[in-house]
C-alpha cells in the first residue's frame, strides 16, 4: 500500500464548477497535511495546509479532514483555467521529522 | 535574487561523468533538502539538511553526494550516474526551528544520464 495515495488523473472540470482532488494516507501517526500545486514545467508550490479534523477555508480553497478515515481532500470552487495543474498531497508524518511524504498528484483540467 | 534558485536549470551527461547541481536560498531558512522527482512517481526525499549538519538520508545511492557548506548553499554532487537517474532535481528549504512542512522549491534542473 502506498503510503500516501491519489488518484492520479487527469480530472476534467468544466470553468466555474466544483473541482474535488481527494487523498488518502496510510499513516495513522500523521500529523499535517498539505497542497502543494505544480504547474506544468515549474516546481511545486504550497497552497493550503490543515492539522485539525474538518475544514479548512482560503479563498476559493477548502481543505478538508478526516483522520478517522485517513482521508484529505482539497475543493476548488469557481474553478478557473488557471487552476489547471498537478495538485500534490503531502504528509508529514511524525512530530518533528522533517519529511514529507508525497502522492504522485493529480492532474487536474479546468476547460472552459 | 529571491527565494530559491538552482543551477543549471538543464544537465545532460554520460554515465562516466561528474558534473555537481547547485542550490541557493534566499529566504534566510535553515533547513535545506534535495527532491526527485520522475515521471509517474511521487517526489522522493533524497536528503535534508539543518543548519548545515544532515539529518536525513533516504537511503540514496552513493553516487549521488550532497554538500552543504552553509544554510544558504546546497550541492548535490553526482558520479557515474544511470539512465533510470534521469529526473527533475528539486532543491527546497524550510525555515529552521519547528518544522511546519512548509517547503519552498526551486525551480529544478532537469538531468539527463545517456
Known amino acids: 500500500q502506498k503510503e500516501v495515495e491519489q488518484n492520479s488523473g487527469p480530472l476534467s472540470v468544466p470553468e466555474g464548477a466544483i473541482a474535488s482532488l481527494n487523498c488518502t494516507y496510510s499513516?495513522?501517526?500523521?500529523?499535517?497535511f498539505f497542497w502543494y500545486r505544480q504547474y506544468s514545467g515549474k516546481s511545486p508550490e504550497l497552497i493550503m495546509f490543515?492539522?485539525?479534523?474538518g475544514d479548512k477555508e482560503d479563498g476559493r480553497f477548502t481543505a478538508q479532514l478526516n483522520k478517522a478515515s485517513q482521508y484529505v481532500s482539497l475543493l476548488i470552487r469557481d474553478s478557473q483555467p488557471s487552476d489547471s495543474a498537478t495538485y500534490l498531497c503531502?504528509?508529514?508524518?511524525?512530530?518533528?521529522?522533517?519529511?514529507?511524504?508525497f502522492g504522485q498528484g493529480t492532474r487536474l483540467t479546468i476547460n472552459p | 535574487e529571491t527565494g530559491v534558485t538552482q543551477t543549471p536549470r538543464h544537465l545532460v551527461m554520460g554515465m562516466t561523468n561528474k558534473k555537481s547541481l547547485k542550490c541557493e536560498q534566499h529566504?534566510?531558512?535553515?533547513?535545506m533538502y534535495w527532491y526527485k522527482q520522475s515521471a509517474k512517481k511521487p517526489l522522493e526525499l533524497m536528503f535534508v539538511?539543518?543548519?548545515?549538519?544532515?539529518?536525513e538520508n533516504n537511503s540514496v545511492p552513493s553516487r549521488f553526494s550532497p554538500e552543504c557548506p552553509n544554510s544558504s548553499h546546497l550541492f548535490l554532487h553526482l558520479h557515474t550516474l544511470q539512465p533510470e537517474d534521469s529526473a527533475l532535481y528539486l532543491c527546497?528549504?524550510?525555515?529552521?526551528?519547528?518544522?511546519?512542512?512548509?517547503?519552498?522549491f526551486g525551480e529544478g534542473s532537469r538531468l539527463t544520464v545517456l
Open positions: 539538511y539543518n543548519f548545515k549538519e544532515q539529518t
Open positions: 490543515i492539522y485539525s479534523n
Open positions: 527546497a528549504s524550510s525555515a529552521g526551528g519547528s518544522y511546519t512542512g512548509e517547503l519552498f
Open positions: 499513516d495513522r501517526g500523521s500529523q499535517s
Open positions: 503531502a504528509v508529514k508524518a511524525v512530530q518533528g521529522a522533517q519529511k514529507l511524504v
Open positions: 529566504l534566510g531558512h535553515n533547513a
